[in-house]
């Protein structure tokens, strides 16, 4: 099965740009690589999705290497409202189809 | 607001009991997954189902089963219920046939406490 590791917890300040890296040592050709950010009690929230080399959006920036075997979610100038658990998902078997599985995620603090 | 909606936000039992939790997806969008997250815990997927049809299936126990209705919404029913299952049941609905690359939309979740 496709598994992910994530860093279990991270911690930051105020304005700081925080990088949290995805292994995904297992990942399919096709596969994309989709990061989800997630407050206490809430369900998920859709962050940002790339394939390959730099996606940025409003919020974020996903970095992928050439192989593809890593990925770095990169938030730029942290607020405390930052503060949530962020997972990487890569795809994943089940019933012979293919589907999201969310591993432990990184829990990021920030700091004032 | 994801636009997914799920009843009941929480949920009271005794252990032997069995409970339904309900989701209505976004409107317009075909496929619903079903996650648990225990205390402190990652998303564990459970089932998804397409227009009706179980489309994948994950770490679902067997005294677990979901189905998927004609207007797309979707019920989780849990029986002999155990102290463990006590979790935060989430519900999550996307467009299409829910392949990887489709961002999922979470509802807010049912809280089951079972004593």
């Known amino acids: 099965l496709a598994k992910t590791t994530q860093p279990i917890s991270m911690d930051s300040y105020e304005g700081q740009e925080v990088n949290i890296t995805c292994s995904h040592n297992n990942i399919a050709t096709n596969d994309y690589i989709t990061w989800y950010q997630q407050f206490p009690s809430q369900g998920p929230r859709f962050i940002i999705q790339g394939y390959k080399t730099k996606v940025t959006n409003e919020v974020a920036s996903l970095f992928i290497p050439a192989d593809r075997k890593s990925s770095t979610l990169s938030l730029p100038r942290v607020s405390l409202s930052d503060t949530a658990v962020y997972y990487c998902l890569v795809g994943d078997i089940f019933m012979g189809r293919r589907a999201l599985t969310f591993g432990s995620g990184t829990r990021l603090q920030v700091q004032p | 607001d994801s636009g997914v909606t799920q009843t009941p936000k929480h949920l009271i039992t005794a252990t032997g009991q069995r409970v339904t939790l309900r989701c209505s997806p976004r409107s317009g969008d075909l496929s619903v997954y079903w996650y648990q997250q225990s205390l402190d815990q990652g998303l564990q997927f459970l089932i998804q189902?397409?227009?009706?049809?179980?489309?994948a299936k994950g770490n679902i126990l067997e005294r677990f089963s979901a189905q998927q209705f004609p207007d797309l919404h979707s019920e989780l029913n849990l029986s002999s219920l155990e102290l463990g299952d006590s979790a935060l049941y989430f519900c999550?609905?996307?467009?299409?046939?829910?392949?990887?690359?489709?961002?999922?939309?979470f509802g807010p979740g049912t809280r089951l406490t079972v004593l």
């Open positions: 999550a609905s996307s467009v299409a046939l829910g392949l990887e690359n489709d961002e999922q939309f």
């Open positions: 189902y397409y227009n009706g049809e179980e489309r």
